[in-house]
């Protein structure tokens, strides 16, 4: 098969590098991809959040099935467009994708299912939102209702923090986004994710993973797109898992098919659990980034036979082949970010590093230039490894890691700590 991935991170890599690894495969294209995804694939330069645009080079290139990575084509539509010129493609529709593009939908399926999550309320304006938070004291959760890049959620230790954040969604702060705000219950507990396949009707799980979204060792310092992911994460054990499945995510993906917009692809259910019991933070209906990485490190050759199957609706014949083994991402990051950083600074070391089935450096942000690898993003590369224990993984993780010279970066040195301690 001929086979196209849209997305340009250690998200698309990871993908890349599994789908690669099944015989299925016969050429790969990853648009626009970035230079350690060049190493493996093609690279095609693309608009992929332009439907007709992704469709004309599907038809051009004799594209059997595309695999969407990033929510921004979902959003805009792009899995509608490929589906109505009859190409198969892995990844929700827009109206399905709305569970991760409008967190006021995902609040209303939740109520319609009975999915249990935090108690909410849900503004067009500033006035009705400081009336609800003079009823619900703080801590709260104000939330922008659309995409917004991961900042769009504010939570406020105190009532005048909450009543700040309000003003700043309504200020236009957040665009188009923090046009409509939710208002939450904080939530106690610890976070895990929950990923699962769909294809409109079955739903198979294919792992757990706990990720490091703050910039610091110990979660300090600000919210960041992730630095970091184990899986599994022993947080969520089998009983959870199934509790999980059968309270929020089966009643969800019901729910979604009754309206007549069934849900395929992957779903991403971020989860609170207090006393064995989960609730729901949030869906993303794509892969998580670096969640993604260590799931395509422990899945290898299968994930795109899991994948294949979803987009053809055959998961129910699809079983799920587990090692006992355990993955570690550990996210190199471009030095001042979240903040501002600069680009374009030289890493070295890469080619001496070992690029196995338990091994890959994942490029998130680079590229080439001269025939060096540079920075090119914030997040810029995903160091992942796979052990017989979370702390092999670890420890294996960092001595890649420590191998890498790149002085314009760093990284947590306490990934996995939750599980480990
Ligand atoms: P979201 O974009 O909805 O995932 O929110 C980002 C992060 O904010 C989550 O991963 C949680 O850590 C935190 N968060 C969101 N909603 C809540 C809540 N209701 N209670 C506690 N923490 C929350
Ligand atoms: N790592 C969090 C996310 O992908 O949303």
């Known amino acids: 098969m001929n086979i196209l991935i849209l997305g340009s991170g250690g998200r698309e890599h990871s993908l890349a590098w599994a789908v690669l690894q099944n015989p299925k495969c016969d050429k790969l294209i ?36 595309v695999i969407i990575g990033p929510e921004a084509p979902l959003a805009a539509g792009v899995a509608d467009d490929l589906r109505a010129a009859g190409i198969l493609v892995f990844g929700p529709s827009k109206a399905a994708a709305a569970l991760e593009a409008s967190k006021a939908f995902t609040k209303e399926i939740c109520a319609a299912a009975k999915a249990p999550t935090a108690a909410y309320g849900h503004f067009n304006d500033a006035a009705s939102a400081h009336a609800y938070l003079a009823q619900h004291p703080a801590p709260i959760v104000i ?35 923090g046009a409509e705000v939710v208002i939450e219950e904080f939530m106690e507990g610890e976070e895990a994710s929950f990923f ?27 919210n960041t797109g992730g630095m970091g992911a184990y899986s599994p994460a022993p947080v969520l054990t089998d009983a959870i898992a199934e509790r999980a499945l059968d309270e929020i995510i089966r009643p ?14 992957v779903l991403y259910a971020g989860l609170m659990i207090k006393d064995g019991a989960p609730r729901l933070v949030e869906y993303n209906a794509r892969f998580g980034d670096p969640e993604c990485q260590v799931l395509m490190m422990r899945l290898g050759a299968q994930a795109f036979d899991l994948l294949h199957a979803a987009a ?77 224990s979370l702390a092999d993984a670890q420890a294996k993780a960092y001595r890649l890691v420590e191998a890498i010279d790149w002085p314009g970066g760093f990284y947590r040195r306490d990934i996995g700590w939750r599980a480990l301690s």
Request: one cysteine or more.
């Open 312 to 388: 053809e609706s055959r998961l129910g014949e699809m079983r799920v082949n587990w090692a006992e083994d355990h993955a570690v991402t550990v996210v190199m990051a471009a030095r001042g970010y979240p903040g501002a950083y600069e680009k374009g600074s030289p890493i070295t070391g890469l080619d001496r590093l070992p690029e196995d089935s338990s091994h890959m450096v994942f490029h998130a942000g680079t590229a080439e230039q001269d025939g060096q690898i540079v920075s090119a993003g914030g997040r810029v590369l995903n160091v992942t490894v796979r052990g017989d």
């Open 252 to 265: 969800t993906m019901a729910e979604m098919a009754k309206r007549g917009t069934p849900y395929q692809g």
């Open 143 to 177: 939330k922008a209702d659309g995409l917004a890049a991961g900042k769009g959620v504010i939570i406020a230790q105190t009532d005048a923090e909450a009543a700040a954040a309000v003003d700043t969604m309504f200020d236009g702060t957040f665009g188009q986004a």
């Open 30 to 65: 990853v648009a626009p991809g970035n230079a350690g995804i060049a190493a493996i694939a093609d690279c095609a330069s693309l608009d992929i959040n332009d439907g007709p645009e992704v469709v004309g080079f599907v038809d051009e290139n004799n594209i059997d099935f």
């Open 196 to 222: 699962v396949l769909c294809d409109g009707a079955t739903v198979l799980p294919i792992g757990t993973a706990q990720d490091h979204k703050r910039v610091g060792d110990g979660d300090t310092g600000p």
